[in-house]
């Protein structure tokens, strides 16, 4: 608890099902002013060599608006990997900024994507995603996500880093969330 405020996680949920599998999962939840700011569930489902990963993603500010990232969804299916990225970013007021879907379809070996996605300025707000990079390195499959959505006004709202790394069956997973 930061003064007056609530800090929370309020569900973590791990499901392995792998040989090796490690999961490192480091998360940081701040309060900004009078407002909660909170990730709401963070999903991680493996199952092996032909990882499926699930990651959802809410994170909002609880006065007049609200500021979130929806959803972020990605399945794996072994070398030929197919990727689905979702994402919705929305100020709830007047305005509506939204990414709907980004999806990218990935069959090969030692494909590199670098997505990058920038939503412009509403009023005297912004909101963007800053960043989705995503790096594909065939089966022993490397992912890293970066996703910033901030409000710049008088307080600023982020997920500063996703971070996803997959190392083949002994897979060892990395999110930081802050």
């Known amino acids: 608890v930061l003064g007056d405020e609530d800090v929370f996680v309020e569900e973590v949920f791990v499901d392995v099902f792998g040989v090796e599998d490690v999961f490192v999962v480091e998360l940081f939840v701040g309060v900004l002013e009078d407002e909660d700011v909170f990730v709401e569930e963070v999903f991680v489902d493996v199952f092996g060599v032909e990882d499926v990963f699930v990651v959802e993603l809410f994170v909002g500010v609880l006065g007049d608006e609200d500021v979130f990232v929806e959803e972020v969804f990605v399945d794996v299916f072994g070398v030929e990997d197919v990727f689905v990225f979702e994402l919705f970013v929305g100020v709830l007021g007047d305005e509506e900024v939204f990414v709907e879907e980004v999806f990218v379809d990935v069959f090969g ?69 802050e």
């Open 109 to 177: 070996v030692e494909d590199v994507f670098v997505v990058e996605l920038l939503v412009g300025v509403l009023g005297d707000e912004e909101v963007f995603v800053e960043e989705v990079f995503v790096e594909v390195f065939g089966v022993e499959d490397v992912f890293v996500v970066e996703l910033f959505v901030g409000v710049l006004e008088d307080e600023d709202v982020f997920v500063e880093e996703v971070f996803v790394e997959v190392f083949g069956v002994e897979d060892e997973l990395v999110l930081e969330v």
